[in-house]
């Protein structure tokens, strides 16, 4: 079980605006800094946009991301069928002192 | 070109051991930590420890505590992830990933290196 929480699935006809969400707690989001990273089938993970206090950062054209408490969203505009992909959010724990990951969210382009 | 390059495809036996390697090139490597994750078949992605390449400072997920050992060799900006009794669930894929100082942050990656332990 992983400690941040994605929705398994999300999808969109292209042109269309996705958004995936993450939701964390205190101890992660809630203190730390939250990057979301793409992974193409058969490819490595590739990091998107991360967020700071100081805001996000990264990859801007159609990707866009922001964190309110223990919650973090990744906004794709414009869907192109090379976003098919799946989407991963990640931060810091400071409880379990460690790096986490949320469960994946696969992007299909409809 | 900043990159990170790991080693080939692994097929061992449950009880071998194995080191598999990760090689920084394009960069200053003492200065940038190198993790490593495993994604087990599926697709949840493990954190399992990080090493700072300047003074060897290694840190370790509580989950993958004493089953691995990270290791690295400044003089040819090389980081190990290593194995003294494979176990079957160790079959997986596994990544190298910089990150740049100390924002918890994995900009560049590894290709990745399957390793699969079967009898």
């Known amino acids: 079980q992983s400690e941040l929480i994605q929705p398994p699935s999300a999808s969109g006809t292209p042109g269309q605006r996705v958004t995936i969400s993450c939701s964390g707690s205190?101890?992660?989001?809630?203190?730390?800094?939250v990057t979301w990273y793409q992974q193409l089938p058969g490819t490595a993970p590739k990091r998107l946009i991360y967020?700071?206090?100081q805001g996000p950062s990264g990859v801007p054209d159609r990707f866009s991301a922001s964190k309110s408490g223990t919650s973090a969203s990744l906004a794709i505009s414009g869907l192109q069928s090379e976003d098919e992909a799946e989407y991963y959010c990640?931060?810091?724990?400071?409880?379990?002192?460690?790096?986490?990951f949320g469960s994946g969210t696969e992007v299909t382009v409809l | 070109e900043v990159q990170l390059a790991q080693s080939g495809t692994e097929v061992k036996k449950p009880g071998e051991s194995l080191k598999i390697s990760c090689k920084g090139s394009g960069y200053t490597f003492t200065r940038y930590w190198i993790a490593w994750v495993r994604q087990m078949a599926g697709k949840d992605l493990e954190y399992m420890g990080i090493?700072?390449?300047?003074?060897?400072?290694?840190r370790y997920s509580p989950s993958f505590q004493g089953q691995v050992t990270i290791s690295v060799d400044k003089s040819t900006t090389t980081a190990y992830l290593q194995w003294s009794s494979l176990k079957a669930s160790d079959s997986a894929m596994y990544f190298c990933a910089r990150q740049p100082g100390d924002v918890h942050s994995f900009d560049i990656w590894g290709q990745g290196t399957l390793v699969t332990v079967s009898s």
């Open positions: 090493i700072y390449p300047d003074d060897s400072d290694t």
């Open positions: 205190e101890s992660n989001i809630g203190s730390n800094t």
């Open positions: 990640a931060a810091w724990d400071d409880r379990l002192k460690g790096y986490v």
């Open positions: 967020i700071t206090d």
